[in-house]
């Protein structure tokens, strides 16, 4: 059974930063493209970045500069580092994998997801 569990949200002040981990259990998705959405209430889930096995990574426009999406084939691990966050980015934030190797940023071309990890910026 595959697993996507994240970890590492919580609360930060605006301009702060946190790191979050997402660890896959089940099968290995070393040639998978993983990447992050987040959700706030009240709004659709958003694309946030996402990296395909070669390690090309691609990024939502909102947060080029301030996020890095990197990943840790032998843990089977990916990670979001968030730098200078903002209060309007408050949201429940998830992890994914695709079976294909190549990214997306349509969440509907996911094929797995972690239950989420929220992340709370106060002003």
């Known amino acids: 059974q595959v697993q996507l569990v994240e970890s590492g949200g919580g609360l930060v002040q605006a301009g702060g930063s946190l790191r979050l981990s997402c660890a896959a259990s089940?099968?290995?998705?070393?040639?998978?493209?993983m990447g992050w959405f987040r959700q706030a209430p009240g709004k659709e889930r958003e694309f946030v970045a996402t990296?395909?096995?070669?390690?090309?990574?691609y990024y939502a426009d909102s947060v080029k500069g301030r996020f890095t999406i990197s990943r840790d084939k032998a843990k089977n691990t990916v990670y979001l580092q968030m730098n200078s966050l903002k209060p309007e980015e408050t949201a429940v934030y998830y992890c994914?994998?695709?079976?294909?190797?190549?990214?997306?940023?349509?969440?509907?071309?996911?094929?797995?997801w972690g239950l989420g990890t929220q992340v709370t910026v106060s002003s």
């Open positions: 994914a994998a695709r079976q294909a190797s190549y990214t997306s940023n349509l969440a509907v071309n996911y094929d797995y």
């Open positions: 990296s395909n096995w070669t390690g090309n990574t």
């Open positions: 089940g099968r290995t998705f070393s040639r998978s493209a």
